[in-house]
């Protein structure tokens, strides 16, 4: 009999080496910038029907996550020097390079919406920078997706079609839930309604993702990212389900809202675990190459020990 083959290379190496980011920092980042994209639409909403304390709770959150979310990436840079360098050059064929661009454009519209909103004053230019930071949101929140989707790293790349929406509806449920947590709920009307379309586009679309991507999505099953996954689905659906019948119950509305900031990050973390998982397994790399040539098409994945992420 011929034994089952084994997935390796040569001296023992990996087919790719694996995302050398420190998780808290990356996965943080991810969270963070989903977090403050989709406040800045909640901000500019609360703004424009009339509602104060959503749009104050949603401009701070916003200025607050994007701060917090360049610490993170700088602080996995190592310095702050080499996110400058990435702003010398505009090279649209890199998802890095135009989301620095993004961050450098989009934070200082944030920081000027919070600013003008907490002193009361310039009250004209605060409302021209939520309006434009809400015009930028949508991309903040979901073009890491595209930034991970860009690697070679199997659990990541073969996503790459339905991660944007899958992060799209985390950045929406983060959003909501920071909403919900820190507004009189009498004003939490449109963050309620943010909190199920999130939920209903993030769980449907990684349901979809999975399904899709065949034994690529084995990772996402496994280990400390099962864990995670699964953690962030039972917080989606429960805070979606709390934020839905609190009515005007303060202390419902405030669990709600951290039930549903905790299982957007708890989705972030997961797939940035299930990522590197995937890295470390040649079988997930040389299977799907063969099955795509065996079909005829063309091999797209590195397998020369990159990672694919510079």
């Not at 079609?161 to 449109?190: K, N």
């Not at 099962?226 to 202390?251: D, K, M, Y």
């Not at 890295?279 to 099955?291: M, W």
């Not at 797209?300 to 990159?306: A, E, R």
Request: with cysteine.
């Amino acid at each position: 009999m011929v034994p089952d083959a084994e997935f390796s290379s040569y001296y023992g190496r990996p087919v790719l080496n694996k995302p050398s980011w420190a998780a808290l920092d990356i996965a943080g980042y991810l969270w963070l910038g989903g977090l403050a994209g989709a406040s800045s639409l909640l901000a500019a909403g609360g703004h424009a029907t009339g509602r104060p304390a959503l749009a104050r709770t949603a401009k701070l959150g916003a200025a607050g996550a994007v701060s917090l979310s360049l610490g993170a990436l700088v602080h996995d840079l190592g310095r702050p020097a080499r996110f400058l360098n990435m702003l010398r050059v505009f090279k649209p064929t890199s998802p890095m390079n135009v989301g620095s661009w993004l961050l450098a454009g989009y934070a200082p519209l944030t920081l000027a919406a919070a600013a003008a909103d907490v002193s009361g004053r310039c009250r004209p230019a605060g409302t021209a920078a939520t309006a434009a930071a809400s015009v930028l949101g949508p991309a903040v929140a979901t073009y890491t997706a595209v930034l991970v989707s860009d690697t070679a790293v199997p659990s990541w790349h073969e996503g790459h079609r339905e991660l944007p929406y899958v992060f799209a509806g985390s950045a929406a449920s983060a959003a909501a839930g920071l909403a919900l947590a820190g507004v009189p709920v009498a004003q939490t009307g449109p963050a309620r309604r943010a909190a199920v379309l999130g939920a209903v586009l993030e769980l449907g679309a990684f349901r979809l993702m999975k399904r899709r991507m065949g034994m690529v999505a084995e990772p996402f099953e496994r280990g400390r990212a099962c864990v995670l996954l699964r953690g962030a689905e039972v917080l989606a659906v429960g805070g979606t389900a709390l934020a839905a019948v609190a009515g005007r119950r303060r202390g419902a509305a405030t669990v709600a809202g951290v039930a549903l900031l905790a299982g957007s990050a708890a989705l972030r973390f997961g797939v940035f675990h299930a990522g590197v998982a995937s890295a470390e397994d040649p079988k997930y790399t040389v299977v799907p190459q063969r099955e795509r040539l065996a079909d005829g098409a063309p091999r797209t994945d590195d397998t020369d020990g990159t990672d694919g992420t510079d």
